[in-house]
């Protein structure tokens, strides 16, 4: 059996080092290392890909919402809804840029923010809500998109752990995830479901006048060369990452399909287990890319798993261990800890196994075998 990883880049590597190899040679050949043939490509495919009409290339996932916050002209004092369970990013722009972060409890089964706490969380000052498609699952955007046109408010989608995911509206319209918000953001971290080799990052949007906004915004404001309009970042995605990203794109629906395969075979071994309660889906099968394949641990000791996880060579992660809302950089009166019930307590119960497309038969068995002995 292979040696387990949480994610396995190399064996990944393996199966597109030929057309890699050749792309990134190709880059070092022609010194087009800024804005090349490459991620000019990659934008287009990627629009394609996802359906929408614009895609602007960043640096990273947090660029990317920090990026559109400051595309949709968001301003100090301006209040921003977004879920108290996810990594820190997505509230730390929020906050970096002077606006009011406001977190609000998430769903116990799909851990994706509520709709009903959003609702409450309105303000007069309220301005946007920044749904995240956790560990991969479509966010309740029927839902989220209704309350947002109700009160005039921007839908920010953090896309990091969602690309490819597909929402299916009660209409059955069908939008990739990042296209359904008035703008999308996405990271290309190594072990994201589409990552490159190093750092790069992309925002979406279907809205013409706001994709110009943010293109001069990624590039120090500027419209016209050294004429600067706006305030403005230095964000780019360099022509190396574009090659891999190139390559990642064309095989994504493949990745994410062995991704689900995976989920399947890990819930068929561990669903029936009376202190293990296996990821909930609450749409259909593209409604899911298993970004992360996320357990709760109910009526067992979650940290002790963990230690015996370890101690059997099994890599597995906590996400998240803390709620944003405790958080020494994001603490703020306005909280009550009766409105974090369910946060509160999935940090105690959560355990995320390996999870990537190269995952076999014999690993998943190996992992769900070492759970159940020492659960029983
Ligand atoms: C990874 C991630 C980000 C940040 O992406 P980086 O490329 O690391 O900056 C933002 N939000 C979520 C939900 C993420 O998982």
Known sequence: MRKIQMVDLQTQYQFIKPQVDAGMQEVLSSAQFINGPAVRNFQA?????????????CANGTDALQVAMMGLGLKPGDEVITADFTFAATVEVIALLGLTPVLVDVLPDT????????????TPNTKAIVPV?????????????DIAQKHNLFVIEDNAQGIGATHTDAAGTKVKTGGIGHVGSTSFFPS?????????????????????????????GMYKRYHHDVVGVNSRLDSLQA???NEKLKLLDFYNECRKCAAIRYSQ??????????????????????????LKIVGADRDALVQHLQQNDIPCGVYYPIPLHLQK?????????????VTNQL?????????????????IQFICKTILAFLD
Request: charged content about 25%; glycine content about 6%; hydrophobic content about 35%.
């Open 192 to 220: 994201k479901n589409l990552g490159c080799y190093g750092d790069g990052g992309a925002i979406f949007t279907n809205d013409d006048d706001l994709a110009h906004t943010i293109r001069g915004v990624v590039n120090h």
């Open 269 to 294: 071994l561990l669903q029936d287990h009376p202190n293990i309660e296996t990821p909930v889906t609450s749409g259909d099968c593209d409604s899911h890319v298993y970004h992360q394949y996320t």
């Open 243 to 245: 090659v891999v990203l």
């Open 45 to 57: 495919d990627l629009e394609a890909y996802l359906g929408v009409k614009h895609v602007i290339p």
């Open 133 to 145: 498609h956790l560990f991969g699952q479509v966010a309740d955007m029927d839902r989220i998109m």
């Open 111 to 122: 851990f994706n923010i509520d709709p009903d706490a959003i609702e409450k969380a309105i």
């Open 347 to 363: 940090i105690d119960e959560v355990v995320s196994l390996p999870m990537h497309s190269e995952l076999d038969e014999d690993q």
């Open 329 to 341: 950089a994001y603490v703020d009166t306005r909280y009550k800890e009766a409105d974090f019930t």
